[in-house]
């Protein structure tokens, strides 16, 4: 047995610094050369144990850490859905995580997002509050431990420093974790450590990468033990087009040994594929997976933990996230291969939204975050978003309109897809921010249900009563006219109405005022009003008071729905309303045992 480096995963909101932190390990200048700054690839990096010793000097043999772990294999990643797409069998692909945070500006949309990931996975990880070089009044000391500088700041930058510090352990403390700066920590099982450091001057990289190898260590040594010289497994990064090599994958290898001429399984979008490796290339210790200056070396074999590009056929269709592993005599592969699938497999129900991600391991993150939500999910793909997406998604708003949705995270629209969309009466919800997708769709279901309320309760028949007015009996039928006054509620043109005995009296043609007609009529109005089936002197008389006659299923859905948007004026007619109807029905508008 043998112990291969731990995986960190880098995470952390747009430019709160991942590739600048591991810029200033490196000692390169990749983040320079970006677009923006921003992290376009997923890239590896390996850091050797001798240059860790460099870097942190002393601080090691402080934390009384061994020479047993070989260095740190860390991995920068755009967003989370290359975290989610580096998977291994039961869980994620990442032994430990660096969640950056800038500590100016502090939780972000991404920076729970991780967290919901990290949590999912169980990932253990710590914080590096980035940025500290910013604080107001900081004097920079470049490279040294965040110990040696705080101790010569100002007492005031010192306060304002331990403010911001507090503010990131209330936010961690709502999303369920204990935390507490590193050097204050009582239990590091427990407590989440909090590393103040500036990826930019290199404050605090010392503790941060001492604390990464104590607590591997620490706590991971069982995880990392890997066979050396058994086949290898790994996970896809990206796969890619190379000039002079055709489509490669990048890889992380996790476990045992890979060699030229391996025959390989790796899987497209439904299928097992078999290849054979042309060519394993390496960057070498230091440099970056994606931009190496000395581009790549070519390698015989490489052992676990290790980045690398490989260049074989049929690589064309292999998903990012598929798991690759060498075929051999001892181990149903192709099986185990299968069953890893299947237990990737992400569950749908009988309907419910449809959703696409760019990566097996994005889609399962989703949909997890979705079920969270108890969001009901129909359809999943990976991929870009198609015609025949648009067309289920259309099917389903058929069904039921809540679910004429698409959830598209990280991939692309069809042109053509685009062009039904358009057309069609189905949402989309598309962007590489899970949490941002996820709080878009909820505000707009929020907005859906409010104005489906508002409808509603426009639709509804209110409660209301008012007085047949003494010597204003204009017509006596067909239809009866008569002068009255509102007593209770509003009254509407069209609404049924019943005497203080429940019997029906007829339904409001109209209603006018001063030659104006009126479809309304609030409390303290008088108006001339026609009364379609109704005979004066028989169906009510001069003084008599009139009701509303409610429908009981329209009195069911105010009294589960709406009876806090009733006004009081509107409550005392409707309590009058009750006991006229129970009067005649004593069950009249109680609800049944089935109907919660």
């Known amino acids: 047995m043998k112990i291969r480096s731990p995986i960190v995963s880098v995470l952390g909101h747009v430019d709160h610094g991942k590739t600048t932190l591991l810029d200033f390990i490196r000692g390169s200048t990749v983040a320079d050369r970006e677009a923006g700054g921003i992290t376009q690839h997923i890239g590896a990096t390996e850091i050797p144990i001798d240059t860790i010793n460099e870097i942190c000097g002393d601080f090691i043999s402080k934390l009384s850490i061994k020479d047993t772990i070989p260095g740190l294999f860390f991995v920068d990643t755009p967003g989370h859905a290359a975290f989610t797409s580096l998977r291994k069998r039961g869980g994620a692909l990442a032994d430990l995580a660096i969640l950056i945070v800038d500590i100016n500006e502090g939780f972000k949309p991404q920076t729970y997002e991780a967290i919901n990931i990290l949590k999912m996975y169980k990932t253990p990880f710590i914080i590096a509050a980035n940025k500290i070089d910013r604080l107001f009044g900081w004097e920079v000391h470049e490279g040294a431990s965040f110990k040696e500088s705080f101790n010569q700041q100002a007492q005031s930058v010192k306060t304002d420093l331990d403010l911001k510090l507090y503010e990131l352990v209330g936010e961690l403390h709502k999303e369920g974790f204990q935390s507490e700066r590193f050097d204050r920590v009582s239990d590091f099982s427990s407590q989440i450590t909090i590393i103040p450091i500036s990826a930019k001057s290199g404050e605090g990289i010392i503790e941060l990468i001492a604390m990464l190898l104590g607590l591997a260590q620490e706590y991971l040594t069982k995880q990392l033990e890997i066979h050396e010289d058994a086949p290898a497994k790994g996970t896809v990064l990206e796969v890619k087009e190379e000039t002079g090599l055709g489509v490669t994958i990048d890889s992380i290898i996790y476990d045992g040994v890979l060699k030229e001429g391996d025959e390989i399984a790796l ?77 990737l497999e992400v569950s749908t129900d009988d309907e419910g939204l449809l959703v696409k991600a760019d990566t097996l391991g994005s889609l399962e993150a989703v949909v997890h975050l979705l079920r969270e939500m108890d969001i009901p999910i129909g359809v999943v793909g990976i991929g870009d978003v198609t015609k025949r997406d648009v067309i289920d998604a259309s099917i389903a708003k058929e069904e039921n309109e809540d679910y004429g949705v698409i959830i598209a995270f990280n991939v692309k629209i069809h042109p053509q897809a685009e062009e039904d969309l358009n057309k069609s009466e189905v949402k989309l919800f598309e962007g590489d921010v899970i949490y941002q997708i996820t709080e878009e769709y909820e505000a707009w279901v929020k907005a859906r249900k409010e104005a489906q309320k508002k409808l509603w309760l426009e639709a509804i028949i209110k409660p209301a009563k008012f007085m047949i007015l003494p010597k204003l009996i204009f017509r006596q039928s067909k239809p009866a006219i008569c002068g009255i006054e509102v007593e209770l509620g509003t009254v509407k043109q069209g609404y049924s109405l019943m005497d203080s005995n429940g019997n029906y009296v007829g339904t409001i043609a109209s209603m006018e005022d001063k030659g104006e007609s009126l479809t309304a009529i609030s409390r303290g109005q008088r108006v001339a009003m026609a009364i379609n089936d109704a005979v004066a002197g028989k169906d009510f008389e001069e003084g008599d008071s009139l009701f509303v006659d409610i429908p009981e299923k329209h009195y069911k859905i105010l009294e589960k729905e709406f009876k806090d948007k009733l006004n009081e004026d509107e409550f005392t007619a409707l309590d009058e309303i009750i006991k006229i109807k129970r009067n005649k029905d004593p069950d009249w508008g109680k609800f049944g045992l089935f109907e919660y």
């Open 267 to 343: 899987m497209d979008s439904n299928n097992l594929v078999k290849t054979k490796i042309r060519s394993i290339l390496k960057p070498l210790p230091l440099e970056e997976m994606r931009d190496s200056k000395h581009k790549f070396k070519k390698v015989d074999e490489v052992v676990a933990a290790a980045g690398i590009k490989i260049a074989a056929p049929n690589l064309d269709n292999i998903v990012s996230g598929s798991p690759l592993r060498v075929l051999n005599d001892e181990e149903d592969v192709e099986q185990e291969l299968l069953q890893e699938l299947e237990d």
